[in-house]
């Protein structure tokens, strides 16, 4: 079997922490330890050259973190997966500069092997969205044209279902859409929440009881300091774009991981948590059609 290369790009940090956990549950384990130089190729090269960057004396903190460095690496044989947290929807630029870093490194037909991968070297590239409220095929159409804008060369919609893929300039391409109970609308959280919460439910409820309870909307309006001749005071903010976003399904995760997880973030709780055991992925429909997708994008069937 050739080496498996999949990249995922998620929307943030929590599906790559649930991915992450429903993958260990088929048999992927950590591979973090490695160096830079044991991961196959193109993976090597790329992340070596992001860490090695010339001017990253020019960049700030948040460009340096742009680049080509996965937020976590998991290998089964030889099949690896390299899960991205993009930092929104709303990344398109930051997701075609993967996907045309990766494209470069396929040799397509009348190119010499230097510089390309192997051929004995499968690449795979994987978009995680929420549906949101917009739903499947608007989400769907949204990568579609994300996609041929990166491969000119594609020229009708490829995601036409979700969790489907197919191979494109030497790249097999796939998508997966979360949604809730209706399978048409929802986010991760909708997966996530009832099935952290199944056998946890007095656990679940009070977390919600508590955020009912305390939450006040004028406080998702920051205190923002201000100094001026030297003398500093504190305001609290009245304008729109500085309101914090509340999401009250992350905000329980938050709170009933705190049980078992202190002070870390809902990340940690979701990728360690016993809320999320194997026998409620391997029983969970939502949870094997991911796996499912992946695996039969790394096994070609």
């Known amino acids: 079997m050739p080496t498996q290369i999949t990249i995922a790009l998620c929307e943030g940090p929590h599906d790559v922490s649930f991915i992450c956990k ?33 001017d990253v004396e020019e960049l700030n903190l ?46 397509q037909e009348g190119e010499i092997k230097k510089g390309r991968i192997p051929d004995d070297t499968e690449l795979s590239v994987l978009y995680f969205f929420d549906a949101d409220a ?3 095929p608007a989400r769907l159409a ?3 044209a994300e996609v041929r804008e990166v491969m000119t060369s594609i020229q009708a919609d490829i995601f036409t279902a979700n969790t489907i ?32 919460k199944d056998g946890n439910d007095v656990i ?4 919600l009881n508590y955020l009912n309870t305390h939450f006040s909307d004028p406080r998702l309006f920051p ?16 304008k729109a774009g500085e309101k914090y976003r509340y999401d009250k399904k992350k905000s329980i995760l938050g709170v009933v991981g705190q049980l078992q997880k202190s002070g870390k973030s809902n990340t940690t709780c979701i990728s360690d948590t016993d809320y999320l055991t194997l026998a409620k992925i391997q029983g969970n429909a939502k949870c094997q059609e ?3 997708f992946i695996n039969n994008v790394i096994n070609n069937t």
């Open 223 to 238: 205190l923002k300091l201000s100094t001026a001749a030297n003398v500093t005071t504190e305001v609290r903010s009245i």
């Open 204 to 207: 679940f409820d009070e977390a």
């Open 62 to 107: 948040q460009e340096v973190r742009k680049g080509f460095l996965p937020t976590h690496t998991l290998q089964k044989g030889d099949a690896y997966v390299f899960l991205y947290s993009m930092g929104g929807d709303g990344k398109r630029a930051a997701r075609q500069s993967i996907l045309k870093s990766l494209s470069v490194t396929v040799r």
């Open 165 to 196: 893929y197919s191979s494109h300039e030497g790249i097999k391409l796939g998508c997966c859409i979360f949604t809730g109970a209706d399978n048409a609308t929802g986010k991760l959280e909708d997966i996530l929440v009832p099935l952290m």
């Open 134 to 136: 917009q739903g499947i």
């Open 290 to 292: 991911i796996i499912t």
């Open 22 to 54: 429903i993958l260990k549950s088929n048999g992927f384990v950590s591979n973090e330890h490695l160096k830079i130089n044991q991961f196959p190729q193109p993976m090597d090269t790329l992340m070596a050259q992001e860490v090695v960057k010339t």
């Open 142 to 144: 949204q990568v579609n």
